[in-house]
């Protein structure tokens, strides 16, 4: 029989949700492979292409008549994806809104969209990786996202991001200023401590400085 020597197999090396890995050996012996089983025919060949998540490669030694035991690894997507975060604005009223571009991108096993969620709040710090936590509702990547508050205060968008390997990672906004819109109806304010200037009967009259007088 033949005496097993060691494969030795590379990290994955992941494009557009797909991976490679290179197999080699100090044996000098010729390395086979298969994808998934080990009842198929065997390859001979040290670069593995076209795998996914959670696929396994079979492989063993030949000298060309004597077969080695077969060793497997399992390809495992262990990277998390990522999120940008573009906003139209950085300040608007509570009555208005930001528009927020959200682009999510992983190159591994893809973006799980249905996971993937936002909320908007004022916290500034992470809120964590639990989906239960963005109750803004899930998206697919590139979706914008009208950002609303009718509490004055300062807001962030958070996004969890989630591939379909189960890898999360949270990403949070710059800062969205939300304030009160300006009344000028005669009203009171609070803020300033006095009334409003009262427009909406037109009796205002401009006053203008030209130099001089």
Do not use: C, M
């Amino acid at each position: 029989g033949l005496t097993n020597g060691a494969i030795i197999a590379s990290s994955p090396v992941w494009s557009n949700g797909t991976a490679s890995i290179t197999l080699s050996t100090s044996s000098g012996l010729t390395i086979q492979y298969q994808k998934g089983g080990i009842s198929g025919s065997w390859t001979t060949g040290t670069n593995v292409t076209g795998l996914h998540h959670n696929d396994t490669v079979y492989a063993r030694l030949t000298d060309g008549i004597n077969n080695g035991n077969y060793a497997s690894v399992d390809i495992v997507d262990n990277i998390k994806p990522n999120a940008t975060i573009t906003l139209s604005g950085t300040s608007t009223t509570t009555e208005g809104s930001i528009t927020a571009t959200v682009t999510l991108k992983d190159n591994e096993s893809g973006v799980n969209t249905t996971s993937s969620k936002w909320v908007y709040n004022t916290t500034s710090g992470a809120i964590g990786e639990n989906e239960s936590s963005y109750t803004g509702g899930s998206f697919s990547s590139g979706q914008t996202i009208q950002l609303k508050a009718t509490t004055a205060g300062t807001y962030y968008l958070h996004v969890l991001t989630v591939d379909n390997a189960g890898n999360k990672k949270e990403t949070i906004s710059n800062a969205v200023k939300v304030k009160e819109p300006i009344v000028a109806d005669g009203s009171y304010n609070a803020e300033k401590g006095v009334n409003t200037p009262d427009l909406s009967d037109g009796k205002l009259t401009p006053i203008t400085w030209n130099g001089t007088e």
